[in-house]
């Protein structure tokens, strides 16, 4: 089973999050509506 984490604990009061993964970056963003969204 995967492991659960809440956006808040990622997010931690911010609306952007920069996730590195294989010398990539992906945004993660919390958009006015409360929505997600993860891109390039």
Do not use: C, P
């Not at 997010?11 to 409360?34: F, P, S």
């Amino acid at each position: 089973m995967a492991r659960r984490v809440s956006s808040q604990a990622l997010l931690k009061g911010e609306r952007e999050l920069v996730i590195q993964h294989q010398g990539n970056e992906y945004h993660l963003r919390l958009t006015r509506n409360d929505k997600l969204i993860l891109t390039k």
